[in-house]
């Protein structure tokens, strides 16, 4: 079955430290990996998916397909990234098609 | 423009009464979801619709049923609330289908069942 593993519910960092949100999945067909992301008093929104192989915001993630992983870095956190990421899959085959499955998130909260 | 909006916003309910939760957009989205989101389990997808007309199961369906007569809009109904589906429930809407397409959220309804 499919899954979405973020381990942390909550990550606390310095002002100015590298981040890294941790996501692991277990897919059977072929992933495709996004990070949806939920500030304060905000919707939630796209941040950014692996097929891009874009930088949003200052944030980057490469999908590892050996270490079925997807984990989302920034150098330097900044205190208006604080917020709830969420990891998701979807993909062809394997039952997740038409659907996004999403981890149970993580709290980045940035500290000044 | 509105986006993807949720009515109710907010409601209370007593075990066992009936209620209907509206989504509607306004980008002529062909596919539309609802997601329930509680604490230490993230969103997890109750049931989906790739169409007018069409809708099916996702993760976690059991207790509600759902309804898209209308492209724009997408209901999801609680036929006899339970305690276990206190929860903030979240809608979207994509363009294309899941992954080429991106989802808008809504805003989320915050449901209690006493």
């Known amino acids: 079955a499919q899954r979405v593993t973020q381990p942390e519910k909550l990550l606390s960092v310095f002002k100015g430290a590298p981040v890294e949100l941790k996501c692991n999945y277990s897919?059977?067909?072929?992933?495709?990996l996004f990070w949806y992301v939920q500030y304060s008093r905000q919707r939630l929104q796209l941040l950014l998916r692996?097929?891009s192989r874009e930088s949003i915001k200052g944030f980057t993630a490469d999908l590892n397909k050996g270490e079925t992983s997807f984990h989302l870095k920034k150098p330097f956190a900044q205190e208006e990234d604080s917020a709830m990421y969420y990891c998701?899959?979807?993909?062809?085959?394997?039952?997740?098609?038409?659907?996004?499955?999403f981890g149970t998130g993580t709290l980045l909260a940035v500290q000044p | 423009n509105a986006g993807v909006t949720q009515t109710p916003k907010f409601r209370v309910l007593k075990t066992g009464q009936s209620m209907t939760l509206l989504c509607a957009q306004d980008?002529?989205?062909?596919?539309m979801y609802w997601y329930r989101q509680d604490p230490g389990m993230g969103l997890r997808l109750i049931h989906y619709?790739?169409?007018?007309?069409?809708?099916a199961k996702g993760e976690v369906p059991d207790g509600y049923n759902v309804s898209r007569l209308k492209k724009q809009n997408f209901l999801l109904g609680l036929e006899s609330a339970a305690p276990s589906q206190t929860s903030v429930y979240f809608c979207?809407?994509?363009?294309?289908?899941?992954?080429?397409?991106?989802?808008?959220f809504g805003e989320g309804s915050r449901l209690t069942v006493l």
């Open positions: 619709s790739v169409g007018e007309g069409t809708t």
């Open positions: 980008m002529n989205h062909e596919y």
């Open positions: 998701a899959l979807s993909g062809s085959g394997g039952g997740a098609t038409n659907k996004l499955i």
């Open positions: 692996h097929i």
């Open positions: 897919y059977s067909g072929s992933p495709e």
């Open positions: 979207a809407s994509s363009l294309f289908r899941v992954p080429t397409g991106e989802l808008f």
